[in-house]
């Protein structure tokens, strides 16, 4: 265990969040204030605050500062969970305010105030483990030495229970309400304060409702869209319908006539080939009303110029993907002999799946506010990334990033589509050739045809069994359309790094093993979206397996165990590593296989699937069955799933990620495909981008939690990559019709008709 | 000048009478609980009571609600500080992720509940078309049978 490592990057991060002020955690005190001094009732509510994330009132209620973008994965209940754990104070003492973007301007560029900030890749939880839980030990060391100082006693005879600093086992006490206005003042102590063993934890590791729960069932909640500042004017944008096109002309005469209409602007996008600070060239209208906006903005004439991409299609696309993989593509992993190994093998199998371009489309459409004044902004964005706001207002602005004021809201779905900033950007635009502060939205139209779109990709497997039927060679050969599209400084030939992780299963369990790829082209802008690549990876790996086993007359189970083989840490040197425990994931089948009941038989017509992976640092299973009628209707009758996420640190959010991630997985196999024709996105809206709603989800849905050890991973990405495969596997045992190709629309009912 | 009663009080606007009422909700009377989601009728974030009945408000011009009784999440609760008993269920399953859709969900469950009482499973399949994007279907299954049980017991 690496925990000394992991306490000193908490204790350097501490240590420049606290950077702010004359190198203390002291807040905007006055310095002749008496260390001994009692509270005054004048106190502010910044003279009760310890550090930059805790305040205390008067009655013992406890204020702490979340740092992170709540995006619906929990972190503004869980990471306040690790500051009141080591605070120690009572649970229901808490309430929870959500922090703004600090950056600290230094020397050598600009610093976190308030520690990193910034959700992706499911690291909110993991990163801040230490430093959170630091917080509140330092808070609470503050606490005793204040009260040590009262006392006029040792600090190492104090301790605390819940809300108070004790002296000697319980002769006296103060409370914290009492102590916070002295502790205040006191410099933060040198050393790191010791943290809780995990066998004394009261409040990590137990099961809390989300603590913005009350405002979200009684509409008070304020995401983005909710948000407003004084004098806001309200903006939409017509973008070219077309990839890369541009806007030749407009006729706005009409538009500044219609009602509320207060201006009708350029925006200038990014040429082709150039990164995308916002998607699209377009027409932005400002109006007194959000309404007014979106109905001037679509009684806009614009012409629009040709595009390179103007003949862009997915039926090219997929031709293109078919075309390459008959060629040679780039070896990015070359284990073993993989040809001599397949030269010797005594049975092949081969197959080909594709994995669709598909859209983010978090419900709350994209949003921001942003008043762009003389030499200074302020954004108010439903961002993950917001750091990234703050560069994107201060590269269309030309402000200095210091002078840029950017708050988070609760953000209504991220997915990581809010990883990009393009909205934050497009609303400085407005704003700075306006003069006006804008709040700009977008319709849902505009968010399904302007993504950053999850890359699509055909995969071709191989694989080569001996005489007894063991996997003695393995190949993946991907012809895909890169995230890595239009990043600034990207060589071609690291384009696969976004779509194939090499140290993923079953590397290190085959010894022959090669993965090849080829890089396609399409004008559609892609980007990171939950669970990026392990979402088509673990579709066609955890697929394949399956159809190896059904091929050779194996079963798919002991299969996956006999490749997953002993319990051991492997090394793994992309996001999630330092290492990969395939044992863990062999407990995880092994426990949602007996749930379900895999071994037993099932009525004609009716199959269980099932399929394993490692994402980011967690591991994840799903057992699903289903039933297949005569006619090809599909019915999902029970889903079993399970997640080993370490420690979970808040068991209700665990289970609660690991539900929406499978239904998201299999929301999306189900039913959801971008395509482009002409170089236009097809979709547009819900009726043809259908999410899955409550009828296509079972009754029978469990969702379990296997403990590993007292070190958490995050798992806002886990429970999605093997939802996909235990589906489409259990419609193969149910059916005998193995899909290769996503999203499973009418392909069943098709078959049965065929 | 259209009149309706919003939420127990009488309140009029004046404007474009084709305005959707979901947009005069959230930037007229400031009442912000009703989401805006998809703008067709299709996702149900900006589901409200017209009259007692679920209704789309981003499909609902205002004109249409001259004279009728207009309930938002804001008003569903018997009083300022009591919950709704499906927004008690709603709690109780800590159904929420992100939220976006749920004062929406929550609105179409209750007014399900009037003409379903004691639903089923298949009732829930039938009548819920809402869309959660975080997935939290499960738990809605589960509070909706919640809050059936807490109106029972209620009356």
């Known amino acids: 265990m690496s925990r000394a490592s992991n306490t000193q990057i908490g204790r350097r991060q501490f240590l420049v969040a606290g950077a702010g002020v004359s190198g203390s955690l002291v807040l905007g005190l006055p310095f002749a204030v008496s260390l001994a001094a009692e509270p005054s009732a004048a106190q502010t509510s910044q003279q009760r605050t310890l550090g930059f994330f805790i305040e205390i009132d008067r009655t013992g209620l406890v204020t702490i500062g979340s740092n992170q973008p709540e995006i619906g994965q929990g972190v503004r209940t869980a990471l306040p969970m690790l500051v009141a754990e080591e605070l120690d104070i009572e649970w229901q003492n808490v309430r929870v305010t959500q922090m703004p973007l600090g950056i600290v301007k230094t020397a050598d560029g600009f610093t976190w105030k308030y520690g990193g900030q910034g959700v992706g890749g499911s690291t909110g939880l993991t990163s801040n483990w230490e430093f959170m839980r630091q917080v509140g030990a330092q808070a609470r060391a503050q606490l005793m030495l204040a009260a040590a100082q009262r006392w006029n006693v040792p600090v190492a005879q104090c301790g605390t229970r819940p809300g108070y600093v004790v002296h000697q086992g319980g002769q006296r006490e103060l409370s914290y309400a009492e102590l916070v206005g002295s502790a205040a003042l006191l410099q933060l102590p040198e050393q790191s304060a010791p943290l809780k063993a995990a066998t004394d934890y009261r409040i990590i590791g137990k099961p809390r409702h989300s603590i913005d729960n009350r405002d979200v069932v009684t509409g008070k909640a304020v995401y983005g869209i909710d948000s407003t500042i004084p004098g806001v004017h309200y903006a939409a944008i017509a973008r070219s319908p077309i990839l890369n096109g541009r806007v030749k002309s407009f006729d706005d005469k009409q538009v500044l006539k219609m009602p509320g209409v207060v201006q009708v602007l350029r925006i200038e996008g990014p040429k082709p080939g150039e990164w995308y600070r916002i998607l699209a060239d377009g027409v932005a209208v400002v109006a007194n009303s959000t309404w007014a906006a979106l109905q001037a903005r679509d009684a806009l004439r614009i012409e629009w110029s040709e595009s390179p991409n103007a003949s862009d299609s997915s039926e090219a696309f997929w031709q293109e993907n078919r075309r390459m993989l008959k060629g040679k593509g780039q070896v990015v992993l070359d284990d073993g002999d993989v040809d001599a190994a397949l030269s010797n093998a005594e049975t092949h199998v081969v197959h080909q799946y594709q994995v669709p371009f598909v859209s983010h489309a978090p419900l709350e459409p994209q949003n921001c506010i942003v008043h762009v004044k003389e030499n200074s902004a302020h954004v108010i964005a439903p961002t993950q990334m917001p750091s990234g706001a703050s560069r994107a207002v201060a590269a269309v602005t030309g402000i200095a990033r210091e002078n840029i004021f950017v708050e988070m809201t609760k953000v209504g779905g991220g997915f990581g589509r809010r990883l990009s900033n393009d909205y934050v950007a497009e609303a400085a635009m407005i704003s700075k050739q306006s003069g006006l502060p804008i709040k700009l939205q977008w319709s849902r139209e505009d968010d399904i045809r302007n993504d950053f779109y999850r890359p699509a990709g055909l995969h071709e497997m191989r694989a080569g069994l001996d005489a007894q039927g063991r996997v003695v060679a393995w190949s993946q050969r991907l012809a895909s359309a890169s995230k890595y599209f239009r990043r600034p400084n990207m060589p071609d030939e690291d384009l696969w790094k976004a779509e194939l992780y090499i140290d993923d299963f079953p590397r290190r369990r085959i010894e022959n093993v090669r993965m090849e790829y080829f890089h396609n082209r399409i004008g559609l802008p892609r980007g990171s979206w939950r669970a990026p690549a392990h979402t088509a990876n673990a579709f066609v790996v955890q697929s394949f397996i399956d159809e190896i086993a059904h091929d050779t007359g194996q079963d798919p189970l002991q299969l996956r165990l006999e490749l997953l083989g002993k319990a051991e840490p492997l090394e793994y040197s992309n996001h999630g590593g330092p290492t990969f425990n395939p044992g863990r994931l062999s407990k995880l089948l092994t426990f949602v296989a007996e749930k379900i009941d895999y071994g037993r038989a099932r009525k004609k017509g009716s199959g269980v699937g099932l399929a394993a992976h490692f994402t980011f640092g967690g591991y994840a299973a799903h057992a699903i069955e289903v039933s297949v009628s005569q006619s090809g209707e599909l019915q999902i009758e029970r889903i079993v799933a399970a997640i080993d996420c370490g420690l979970a640190v808040n068991p209700q959010s665990v289970k609660a990620q690991l539900e929406g991630g499978t239904i998201d997985g299999i929301s999306t196999a189900l039913g959801l495909e971008i395509t482009v024709k002409d170089g236009q996105v097809q979709q547009s809206n819900f009726h043809d981008y259908p999410l899955m709603r409550i009828e296509q989800v079972p009754a029978r849905f469990e969702a379990h939690i296997l403990p590993y050890d007292d070190m958490p991973t995050g798992v806002g990405e886990m429970g999605i990559p093997s939802a996909a495969p235990a589906l489409t596997n259990a419609i193969f045992a149910a059916s005998g019709q193995r899909i290769r190709t996503l999203p499973i629309k009418d392909q069943l009912k098709k078959a049965r008709r065929a | ?155």
């Open chain 2, 1 to 155: 000048m259209i009149s309706f009663r919003l939420n127990k009080v009488s309140v009029a606007f004046e404007a474009e009478p084709g305005t959707p009422l979901l947009w005069v909700l959230r930037e007229h009377f400031d009442l912000k609980g009703t989401k805006f989601g998809c703008g067709i009728g299709q996702c149900g974030a900006c589901t409200v009571h017209v009259n007692g009945g679920a209704q789309r408000s981003c499909v609902t011009q205002v004109a249409a609600v001259e004279g009728q009784n207009v309930t938002t999440i804001e008003g569903l609760a018997p009083a300022d500080d009591s919950l709704h008993p499906v927004q008690q269920a709603w709690l109780s399953h800590d159904v929420p992720q992100c939220g976006y859709c749920q004062a929406g969900q929550i609105m179409a469950a209750a007014d399900f509940l009037k003409r379903f009482p004691r639903p089923s499973d298949q009732d829930i399949d039938q009548h819920i078309s809402n869309v959660c994007r975080c997935g939290t279907y499960v738990r809605i299954r589960k509070a909706i049978h919640h809050a059936a049980q807490l109106i029972a017991s209620e009356s």
